[in-house]
């Protein structure tokens, strides 16, 4: 049964680092979350490494400008890891091909411009990535909808049908479904993957729950210093992201039931019900290590 916690605290000294979700946990797109802010600083000075792995489609410097922006101190964290670096990754390696059609937002633009230290090194190895309209593609890199706060993924039903009848694999720089900003839901990269699925298109994966952005995450953590095998917690909102995928890496994780699901599990959303909470884990067939309202 999963264990319902009231602080990170209470596990102090049991994990070397955590693999801490963003938005739902940190953040809600318009600010920072300031009792999760001290949590994450509280269990640095204890010792431990905090990792930002997020499914942001855009690369580390991007996120870490929008953290500045939200007012996340930078001694919340430690290391910032995200969907798009490990999509860049998948991207320079030719996953899709070298002559690539992009579906997504003008704000996703450094995708294709702006890599962190250890992926630009490897980009000056490889032939470069054109980018050219769909009819002339290899593969489709897919960052999200070009237009979150309008667009549905039916907006791009003729493309993906396009794309699906030429046979071009998609590139899905962000698995997540959807994300709140504020009170509004928004949809993201992977509904748009989904939905390509859904016509018989295929798909590649490079964020939560898939292996290249924990890959990512962890080597990025062994050169911060981190210990050869350390103990890691998973923290998220999102529980076919940040929870199957830290318990498909066979991680601890914590469960931030205040987030996406937040009116699943009773009135009060700081103090989840153990009934309810139970019940649909067991509907899901997962069972996270712990759960908690909001991060504190």
């Known amino acids: 049964m999963t264990e319902i916690i009231r602080s990170l605290a209470d596990l102090s000294g ?52 929008q953290l500045d922006g939200l007012g996340v101190p930078r001694d919340a964290w430690d290391i910032v890891v995200t969907s798009g670096d490990a999509a860049q990754m998948g991207m320079l390696s030719g996953a899709v091909g070298r002559r690539v059609h992009h579906i997504g937002a003008p704000k996703d633009e450094p995708f294709f411009t702006d890599f962190a230290d250890d992926l630009a090194a490897y980009a000056k190895t490889q032939p470069p990535i054109e980018r050219v309209d769909l009819k002339n593609a290899e593969g489709i890199v897919c960052t999200g909808l070009n237009d979150d706060l309008t667009e549905t993924p039916d907006d791009y039903r003729a493309a993906l049908l396009l794309g699906k009848t030429l046979g071009l694999p998609m590139l899905c720089a962000n698995p997540d479904i959807v994300v709140d900003l504020g009170d509004k839901r928004l949809y993201c990269a992977g509904a748009l993957a989904e939905a390509y699925e859904q016509l018989g298109g295929t798909a590649l994966y490079f964020g939560k729950p898939h292996p290249p952005i924990y890959d990512l ?5 062994a050169e911060a210093g981190a210990p050869s095998d350390p103990q890691i917690l998973c923290i998220g909102d999102g529980i076919s992201t940040d929870i199957q995928g830290g318990m498909s890496e066979a991680l601890d994780t914590l469960f931030i039931t205040g987030g996406l699901e937040a009116d699943q599990f009773g009135p009060d959303v700081e103090n989840p019900d153990q009934g309810l909470l139970d019940n649909w884990l067991e509907a899901r067939e997962l069972s996270p290590t712990f759960a908690m309202g909001r991060l504190r």
């Open 217 to 221: 995450a962890r080597r990025r953590l």
């Open 14 to 65: 049991r994990y070397d680092a955590v693999f801490c979700d963003l938005w739902g946990c940190l953040h809600n797109g318009k600010a920072a979350f300031p009792t999760a802010v001290s949590a994450l600083q509280g269990f640095r000075k204890a010792g431990g490494k905090v990792v930002l792995l997020t499914n942001a489609p855009r690369p580390k410097s991007s996120v870490i400008k």
